[in-house]
């Protein structure tokens, strides 16, 4: 029994020995009982050599447990000098940092909250979107915001890179560049030619920047009014043709327009007449005489023609019926210069000398009393004549200004805002679009007198046409879109083969043009 007890007491010493040691290896906060000597131990002892009445047995106790722990240490032995002459890391004066942000905090400056915000809290049906209604998407992210908000990111880590100094020049990118072929062999800018390819006499062209006096059908003809006389110029064959004079040489023609089949030509007058022309017969099928003053802009919308007054109103016209007018649009104060359907015939864009854009929708004015612009931009500072809707983004309406703006401004008729601007400085007198090369191509006066092609949307400029002595009036293009004209208040018309289309990327297209198809081109 008493060996059975010894056993027993022995077994239970060894199992409190065990929990002991366990408890001690768990506890985090214990003293190390192995390993090196601390730094402040250490920092005792190198004082310590230099201090001579410090306790020898003190001394002796340390340097023996610290000899014990640099025995085990690879690290070198430094002397006290060394370690009185080292400079402590912290001691050092810090550099300013920019305040940028880093890879962990973001840079509140950089985020856009609301936009974030919404990218949050956006339903997940939205993510699943068919193709047409991602692509419709992204193109109305692109006009509104500037940016593509399915790649946007909501947090900004860092501002953008500072811009490299005047004069700065990357040794890198010179020794790269001219060393390493390009990934790309397709040309950056095309071959666009900076003379005009044909000059046509237009004599007793109105110096008048209110009129609109050239307009190219979809067959290939190309209306011209001199005063009081309308000729027709086929761009195929080169032949000219007088359609009509007016009377008494005190009348003139005041704006031309081809409805969209070609066949028919409406002429506005100065004596506020409205006439319907049958250019194949030469013959005038109907006079319309709703105004009071002369008519300088006209614009079709299938059967609806529209005409704007010197008094700032717009009349519709259905041709189709006896009593043709059938709606008023009251919305300038002063003469409207410029008119323009869009290519869905949803809007009509009207621009006056009152400085004022007016975005009508297509029921505006007919059966109404008092009809109300949908949208009405007073950011221009001079008369607006030049009106032009975008043919690949039909929401997008570009305006230009007269002298005293100057600016050619890009409006999102949907919403009612502004898109862009851009400082032309001369005055703005035409505005066509280029849906091949994505551009647009814009006719100025003083001091210049030149055409320029603008890459939309950045609106850099791709070129500019020079050979027009005086102010240029309005511009035409081609049914097939490679030729612009221009009139010019020195009496010229300037052919431009400026769009031509790149046979290796695209094949021009040479067949029949079918009358479905003549409908949904627009003349410019």
């Known amino acids: 029994s008493i060996k059975i007890s010894c056993l027993i007491k022995i077994y239970e010493m060894a199992h409190f020995n065990l929990e002991n040691e366990l408890s001690n290896a768990l506890r985090l906060d214990a003293p190390l009982s192995k390993g090196p000597v601390p730094r402040w131990q250490r920092k005792a002892l190198e004082s310590s050599l230099s201090n001579l009445s410090i306790n020898s047995q003190h001394d002796s106790t340390l340097l023996n447990k610290s000899s014990s722990s640099k025995s085990r240490s690879n690290s070198p032995k430094k ?31 950089a985020m856009q909250f609301e936009l974030g915000h919404y990218l949050l809290t956006k339903s997940k049906s939205e993510e699943n979107l068919s193709p047409n209604s991602s692509h419709y998407r992204k193109a109305m992210s692109e006009n509104i915001l500037g940016t593509d908000i ?3 990111r909501i947090l900004a880590y860092k501002n953008k890179a500072p811009q490299a100094p005047s004069g700065h020049s990357n040794v890198l990118k010179i020794l790269y560049s001219s060393t390493k072929n390009p990934g790309s062999t397709k040309k950056a800018t095309r071959h666009i030619p900076q003379t005009c390819d044909r000059i046509l006499d237009a004599p007793e062209i109105l110096d008048d920047y209110y009129l609109n006096l050239i307009d190219w059908s979809c067959t290939n003809t190309l209306a011209v009014a001199l005063h009081e006389t309308l000729y027709l ?30 066949n028919v030509l409406a002429v506005g007058t100065s004596t506020s007449e409205v006439q319907l022309w049958d250019v194949a017969a030469e013959k005038r099928i109907r006079t319309m005489k709703s105004h009071t003053a002369r008519i300088p802009s006209l614009s079709w919308n299938a059967y609806i023609l529209s005409s704007g007054c010197r008094t700032g109103v717009i009349h519709h016209h259905d041709v189709r019926v006896q009593e043709h007018h059938v709606g008023t649009l009251a919305g300038h104060t002063q003469e409207i210069c410029g008119l323009r359907w869009s290519l869905d015939g949803r809007h009509l864009a009207s621009g006056g000398n009152d400085n004022l854009v007016n975005v009508w929708t297509a029921d505006a004015g007919i059966g109404q009393a008092e009809a109300q612009p949908l949208h009405t931009f007073n950011e221009h ?3 607006v004549k030049a009106l032009a809707w975008c043919p690949w983004q039909q ?20 919403l009612g805002t502004s898109l862009n601007a851009i400082d032309t400085k001369s005055q703005v007198c035409a505005i066509l679009w280029s849906k ?20 939309y949307p950045s609106m850099t400029k791709v070129c500019e046409l020079t050979g027009h002595k005086s102010r240029v009036l309005n511009l035409a293009m081609s049914p097939d879109g490679t030729t612009v004209v221009s009139a010019g208040a020195d009496e010229t ?11 290796t990327k695209k094949k021009a297209a040479t067949g029949p043009i079918h009358k479905s198809d003549l409908m949904k081109q627009t003349i410019r």
Not at 255 to 262: D, R, T
Not at 493 to 503: E, H, Q, S, Y
């Open 381 to 383: 500072q001079a008369a």
């Open 493 to 503: 018309l300037r052919l431009w083969n400026c769009f031509a289309v790149d046979p």
């Open 436 to 455: 091949e090369y994505k551009e647009l191509i814009s006719g100025h006066g003083f001091a210049n007198n030149e055409l320029i092609i603008w890459k």
């Open 233 to 262: 110029w086929n761009g195929s064959t080169g032949e000219i043709q007088q359609l009509l004079e007016m009377p008494s040489h005190t009348d003139y023609i005041s704006s031309v327009a081809w409805l969209p089949e070609g």
């Open 395 to 414: 929401n997008v309406l570009a305006t230009g200004g007269g002298t005293a703006d100057r600016h050619i401004r890009f409006w999102n008729c949907s």
């Open 150 to 152: 399915s790649n946007f």
């Open 79 to 109: 002397t006290l000098e060394e370690w009185n002459k080292r400079v402590t890391p912290g001691r050092r004066s810090k550099s300013p940092l920019p305040d940028q942000g880093d890879r962990f905090i973001p840079h509140r400056g």
